[in-house]
């Protein structure tokens, strides 16, 4: 499994942070519902917003960022950025839950 973690410029609060959690809110369903994704959630710091997607293999996660959804959301999501997003794709190497 891996961990696609991406930190997007866009401030939470501000007309582009507004315009973001409405954009999520509006395609995680369909996110989540892409072949191999097990998790989305979304997370806001002070300046940024942060995605963490769960994925069974960097395959399902390369044929979701070459699918429809992709295609629509990631230019609206690009058009509210205030600087450059940073993206990390991680290998989970321990998952724990109470």
């Not at 998790?39 to 806001?44: G, H, I, K, P």
């Not at 069974?56 to 690009?78: H, I, Q």
Request: hydrophobic residues 40%; proline residues 6%; charged residues 15%.
């Amino acid at each position: 499994m891996i961990v696609r973690i991406v930190q997007l410029p866009i401030v939470p609060g501000t007309p582009n942070g507004v315009e973001f959690e409405a954009l999520f809110q509006a395609y995680k369903t369909a996110i989540l519902g892409a072949s191999g994704c097990q998790r989305v959630q979304l997370l806001a710091a002070p300046n940024c917003f942060f995605t963490y997607s769960w994925w069974d293999s960097e395959n399902d996660l390369n044929a979701y960022r070459d699918s429809a959804t992709f295609g629509v959301v990631w230019p609206k999501t690009k058009a509210l950025f205030s600087g450059k997003p940073q993206a990390w794709t991680c290998n989970s190497l321990e998952h724990m839950t109470k």
